[in-house]
């Protein structure tokens, strides 16, 4: 079965940069909304986009956030750049976090991007490599 | 009880989003903590913090919420507030201490969100 893609989209994420930070996840929201997602959905990827997107600008160098909307689902990557994640199991625990105090002053580093993620995704999928950098993969189901 | 009975009964500042003050009001959320707001913050919820840098008028754009009350901070940044704008999020500024501030909007009936 050939399942045709709708759209496809890509935004370039720059780490260390909380100036533009999060409007990768803004625009993917507004294309969501435009093509008439249902808005409980479009909210749950926007949410999960948005933490995704953010672990680039905290703990990364640089990367990219794509999404690829199909009429039965919506799949998002966030790729780095990056030191990688050395124990992606600890990482997912809540409230587990390495980002540096002027970072939490702002009020990230809760520890709680990756919970958010695994609760607003209906798949989600860490590929890292330390030194390299690290492939979050989330898959959102489009039930219509 | 929508934003603008809130604004008058709380004596609230309007930054900006004057024009959506009709808009009613869920529930509400007190954290500074971006990502616990992420995660408990339902849609058309009041948001009270005092983070008072673009990354706020972000969140609560991405989660629908229907005000953003900024207390215990200095005052908005005139790129806070165009940042607001653009993004169509009414932000408000209270200059009681939060613990007022939250006290009076329970005492208005309005309550904790629960996580949409
Ligand atoms: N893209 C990434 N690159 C490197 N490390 C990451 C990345 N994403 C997450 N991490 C690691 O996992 C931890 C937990 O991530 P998260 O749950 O989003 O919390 P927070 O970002 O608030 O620290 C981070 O503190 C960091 O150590
Ligand atoms: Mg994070």
Not at chain 1, 38 to 47: E, G, K, Q, T
Not at chain 2, 63 to 82: D, F, M, Q, R, W
Request: hydrophobic share 45%; aromatic share 6%.
């Amino acid at each position: 079965m050939v399942e045709q893609a709708v759209l496809e989209v890509a935004y370039q994420v720059v780490g260390g940069d909380f100036s533009q930070a999060g409007d990768g996840a803004s625009r993917l929201k507004r294309v969501l909304q435009q093509i008439g997602l249902a808005p409980a959905l479009s909210r749950r990827i926007a949410v999960a986009a948005y933490e995704a997107e953010l672990n680039i600008v905290i703990h990364a160098y640089s990367g990219v956030l794509k999404a690829k909307v199909s009429p039965v689902k919506v799949e998002v990557w966030a790729e780095d750049q990056g030191p990688g994640i050395p124990d992606v199991e600890l990482a997912m625990k809540e409230g587990y976090s390495t980002a540096p105090d002027h970072v939490r002053a702002l009020g990230f580093g809760a520890g709680m991007g990756l919970p958010n993620m695994r609760r607003n995704a209906d798949e989600l999928e860490i590929k890292t490599v330390l030194g390299e950098g690290t492939i979050v993969y989330m898959c959102f189901a489009n039930r219509a | 009880m929508n934003l603008k009975a809130m604004v008058e009964a709380l004596d609230l500042r309007v930054v900006c989003g004057e024009e959506h003050l009709s808009r009613d009001v869920s529930g509400g959320y007190v954290s500074d903590m971006l990502s616990d707001v992420l995660a408990h913050a339902a849609l058309d919820c009041i948001w009270v913090t005092r983070q008072s840098h673009r990354n706020v008028i972000a969140v609560a754009s991405l989660l629908g919420l229907a005000a953003v009350v900024l207390v215990n901070c200095p005052e908005p940044s005139p790129e806070l507030v165009s940042k607001a704008q653009a993004e169509n999020v009414v932000l408000l500024y209270s200059t009681v201490s939060a613990f007022e501030l939250v006290g009076g909007m329970y005492a208005l009936g309005i309550r904790g969100c629960r996580r949409a």
